[in-house]
């Protein structure tokens, strides 16, 4: 089924690793970005890509890198894991408004 | 500095019965609005928008009501159902900004059987 594939679904890191989460759409958007969820703060916007080959800030980037591989993938990176990068990471893409959300990467960060 | 905020974190409600989940605004240049669902262990699906143009928008059993003076919009379930439980997030973004959303914190609302 068409939609966003992100990996891995769960992952825990000690202090100072570093990872790569990926994401990819089948569904030929232009847009991607990346979200983190955590209690008590909604969805906060990490980076976005408005198309394939550019990349900017959202709202929370410390610490994190990302990469518009091509128009399907757009990973994110932590180059030095902390704790408070503990949390949900969602990966989506669009259409104008209508957001296609990946089912989440669950990070554990000790 | 929080633009869209919902300041209810839970609700409860009876099977059958209205639901109302509210959320509100600062930013007046927001232009558009979403509401986003949310089970456990699955990415936020969409639900129905809004377009500023509009005070109502209306799809089955779900209606969200703007209120562009108040900064304030709603969204109404009704009846609500048991499979309705799940954290609903209110969005909203301006066309200056492309389509980047700007979430609110979430509303978790049970629905008892």
């Known amino acids: 089924n068409a939609g966003v594939t992100q990996t891995p679904k769960f992952q825990v890191l000690k202090t100072g690793q570093s990872m790569t989460l990926q994401c990819a759409q089948d569904?030929?958007?232009?847009?991607m970005y990346w979200y983190r969820q955590d209690p008590g703060m909604g969805l906060r916007l990490i980076y976005y890509?408005?198309?394939?080959?550019?990349?900017d800030k959202g709202e929370v980037p410390n610490g994190y890198n990302v990469s518009r591989l091509n128009k399907r993938e757009f990973s994110l990176r932590l180059e030095s894991a902390a704790p408070s990068q503990t949390s949900v990471y969602f990966c989506?893409?669009?259409?104008?408004?209508?957001?296609?959300f990946g089912s989440g990467t669950r990070l554990t960060v000790v | 500095d929080q633009q869209v905020k919902q300041n209810s974190p839970s609700l409860s409600v009876q099977e059958g019965r209205i639901s109302i989940l509210n959320c509100d605004y600062t930013n007046s240049m927001f232009d558009y609005f979403l509401w986003y669902k949310k089970y456990p262990a699955e990415g936020p699906t969409f639900l129905i928008s809004i377009s500023s143009i509009k005070d109502k928008n209306e799809d089955g059993r779900f209606t969200v009501f703007l209120n562009k003076s108040a900064k304030h919009l709603s969204l109404h379930i009704v009846p609500s159902q048991p499979g309705d439980s799940a954290v609903y997030f209110c969005a909203a973004a301006k066309e200056t900004s492309g389509s980047r959303l700007t979430f609110g914190e979430g509303t978790q609302l049970t629905v008892n059987p």
């Open positions: 890509s408005a198309s394939e080959g550019t990349t």
């Open positions: 989506a893409s669009n259409k104008n408004y209508g957001y296609t």
């Open positions: 569904m030929n958007h232009n847009s």
